[in-house]
């Protein structure tokens, strides 16, 4: 019947689609391997654990590396075939394009020349950054784009090839466009462009002494030689990474850089699907959902049996006319089950397109920003064939009990009966016991959604240490200007005075970090103790401005903030520290007025503010030092602004009065502290709904297959209810 077919293959669509919705992601961002030559072959130096920047001596697992190192083990081909470099992390940079164009935001990763050869990816227009690029640092302003900012920016024009691109005061020209399909080698970040490493300086121009040995802040790639395994690559690599930590500690080490020396090693991991941020964050979270999609298309498989165990009265003197004519019980059973099958597929069939829908939901709850996750989640060979391969054994699981029952009619007796005629029972607890495991997983799956949802709410009433709803959050990007130092630090306090004439804004201040977009850490010593590895306290840094405290609502335990007139550049260097970091120093005697050795040079407590999270509220506030910008030309990235009253009026006019002081400053993004911190909280939020959505779906399909049995339970007493 109509009505039958659309209630089964529904119900199969909501089990199948979910199921293949959560793999599609998984593919995507788990099983696929990077489109380049011999994925196979490729190594990563470390986990990728770290993103950024260390001065560090090494002295254990290394995850980042300096432009010496990688000079030094790309010239040994010995060890690997090949060694490529790119920044650990991406020039988010504002370029204009064209010689009078707009300025518009691209992101752009920094790789080494040998970068497209050592992947053996290809241009579909112009060529790719070759070694030759690598030459002169500063003197190869050249970019290649990738085919998907190409097809977005450009329309896939040829022209593009040529075009100049400015940003951090030089004119990049584009060169090429990458292979479609290639779209870097970290999974699930948005990419736009590549330059060669030797325009560091002009791409992230704030990474100081790029050619210091201890600035580390790049990832490693290699492809291991014909034959050679993962476990002999790493012992030849860590050999030489041994003894280039050895030369770096000098003739006579001390027994601290000994130790480092003993502990640095380098563990190479398989790269064959690209490193990626995104999986480590959210793989355990997808294996729970794959648990989850799982029990709903158990419950649907049994929703199904149900349906047909209520249509085995209704077809008894059919398939008791077959086994009269001769057909055996097997071939009956076999004909059966290929209904069911047919069901099931009709039910992949539209959870495809469910899937696709799903998918993309997905990547959007997932997305830490207004920018899509760049996952490709459309349907391909092995999604379906994951789809047709859950259809069929769908479809024999739910299928197989009512078929058993079907064939099991005994021919004379229900030959014999009349219509209206009482049915043999078969076995009305068995409809009964499927619906009471439907009713259980349901159950099951109603009291997980409630513990993610309890854990999101806990997490939510977890208190940030600092204001939420009145403080927006306003990045800036002044490279365009060309201001350094002293210069960028007038433009800075210029951009200020303007913004607090903005009607409804209270204070201004500035900071290096906002909350949950990366970490700045450094070592502090007492001053008078020796300074190794053992007697620092690791900790958490940002640099602030003036007034930064009582805009972020930080309570000022002792002592003072930061104030211009007093801490100038000539002025005694002064730091603020946390309460954690102050006992963490100090123990229980007052920090104020002591000294520490900070960034090298001896600073001076001011004072000891609140502790406040960092990147997460999952995580205890750190301990953080504050360090003042007046005193460290720098810490001027993100405008912090507290308003009197409603947010949303004062956002439009911000961007006014940014724009009206100087044109070259772009706002890279601007948010409330609330909407960064409910960012951060998108895993939660992500299991919490989908927890909630498929417990919800359970419900129904227990509800679709209690009806079921009541269906099967008054086919069978038609008679006696007349």
Known sequence: SPGFTAVAVLSLALGIGANTAIFSVVDALVLRKLPVEKPEELVHFGAALG????????????????????????????????????????????????????????????????????????????????????????????????????????????????????????????????????????????????????????????????????????????????????????????????????????????????????????????????????????????????????????????????????????????????????????????????????????????????????????????????????????????????TLVVAVVTGLLAGWIPAWRMTQVDAGPALKEGKGAAREGGSGWLGQAIVAGQVGLAMLLLVGAGLFLRTLVKLKSVPAGFEQERVISVGLDTEATGRKGKALGELARRLERRVVEVPGVDRVSYQMLTFGQGRWTGRVWNVGVERTNANAKRSDGNIVGEGFFEVMG??????????????????????????????????????????????????????????????????????????????????????????RGPVMPVVSQLRRAVRSEDANVAISEMATMAELVERSMNQEKLMARLATFFGGVAVVLAAVGLYGVLAYAVSRRTSEIG
């Not at 254990?60 to 010496?68: R, T």
Request: aromatic share 8%; with cysteine; glycine share 12%.
């Open 554 to 643: 930080i309570r000022m335990v002792e002592g003072r903030g930061f104030q211009e007139w007093i801490d100038t550049p000539k002025s005694t260097p002064v730091v603020v520290l946390n309460e954690r970091l102050a006992k963490e120093m100090f123990g229980a005697e007052r920090a104020l007025g002591r000294k520490v050795f900070l960034q090298r040079k001896e600073r001076e407590v001011i004072g000891v503010v609140s502790d406040a999270a960092v990147e997460s509220l999952r995580q205890k506030p750190p301990a953080m030092f504050y360090l003042f910008n007046g005193q460290m030309e720098d810490g001027y990235r993100t405008m912090v602004v507290r308003v």
């Open 51 to 386: 993103a950024g920047l260390t001065n560090a001596f090494p002295g254990g697992d290394a995850q980042l590396f300096s432009k010496q190192y990688f000079e030094q083990i790309r010239a040994d081909k010995s060890k690997l075939a090949d060694v490529a470099a790119m920044s650990s992390f991406p020039a988010e940079v504002y370029a204009r394009i064209g010689r009078n164009g707009e300025m518009e935001r691209v992101r752009a990763w920094v790789v080494s020349g040998n970068y497209f050869e050592l992947l053996g990816v290809k241009a579909v227009a112009g060529r790719l950054i070759g070694p030759e690029d690598d030459g002169k640092p500063g003197g190869h302003p050249v970019m290649v784009l990738s085919e998907g900012y190409w097809a977005r920016r450009f329309g896939r024009s040829p022209a593009a090839v040529g075009t100049v691109m400015t940003f951090g005061g030089t004119a990049f020209t584009v060169i090429g466009v990458a292979a479609k399909g290639f779209s870097g080698t970290v999974v699930g970040e948005n990419v736009e462009a590549w330059v060669p490493l030797a325009m560091e300086s002009q791409a992230q121009a704030w990474i100081e002494n790029q050619a210091d040995p201890l600035t580390q802040f790049l990832w490693l790639m290699g492809r291991k030689k014909a034959g050679q395994t993962t476990a002999q690559a790493q012992e030849a690599v860590n050999a030489s990474y041994k003894a280039w930590v050895m030369d770096l500690a000098g003739k006579n080490p001390s027994p601290e850089r000994q130790q480092d020396v003993q502990r640095a090693r380098v563990t190479l991991v398989e790269a064959a699907h690209g490193v990626s941020e995104l999986r480590r964050e959210y793989s355990r979270p997808l294996e729970v959902l794959m648990g989850v999609v799982g029990l709903v298309l158990l419950i649907a498989c049994a929703n199904i049996a149900n349906l047909l165990l209520g249509r085995v009265s209704g077809r008894r003197r059919e398939i008791a006319v077959r086994l009269a004519l001769g057909a055996g019980r097997g071939r009956l059973m076999a004909q059966l089950l290929m209904e069911s099958v047919l069901l099931a597929v009709g039910g992949g069939v539209l959870g495809v397109v469910m899937a696709w829908w799903g998918g993309q939901w997905l990547l959007s709850m997932v997305a830490t920003g207004p920018e899509a996750v760049p996952l490709d989640v459309t349907p391909n060979a092995m999604i379906l064939g994951f």
